[in-house]
Nanobody
């Protein structure tokens, strides 16, 4: 079992930046592919980014490519999502996930409780 706790969400102006953190604990949490998803009001949850256990491989959704950056510190069992040039449409609840994989769609085995990011226009 893996527990995930997100932090760093909040209110930011259009064009601003935020960094989300996700602290992982539990069995072998540092060996999993980690990732971030988000869900806006009235929309389905969508994949944002993933990072391999070593940090050598990252994937980004087209909607955030070039603006968001994912990283991890396995010594601290923490994953980060640096979000720059934020837009109003980035407003959503952001979820950290562990054991991320892509079958027909992106999915994960473990989920955090989510942190709200609100971008004011």
């Amino acid at each position: 079992q893996v527990q995930l706790v997100e932090s760093g969400g909040g209110l930011v102006q259009d064009g601003g930046s935020l960094r989300l953190s996700c602290a992982a604990s539990g069995r072998a949490s540092s060996t999993y592919t980690m990732g971030w998803f988000r869900q806006a009001p009235g929309k389905e949850r969508e994949f944002i980014s993933s990072i391999s256990w070593s940090g050598s491989s990252t994937v980004y959704a087209d909607s955030v490519k070039g603006r968001f950056s994912i990283s991890r510190d396995n010594a601290k069992n923490t994953v980060y999502l640096q979000m720059n040039s934020l837009k109003f449409e980035d407003t959503a609840v952001y979820y950290c996930a562990a054991d991320v994989s892509r079958r027909r769609t992106w999915t994960a085995t473990y989920w955090g409780q989510g942190t709200q990011v609100t971008v004011s226009s």
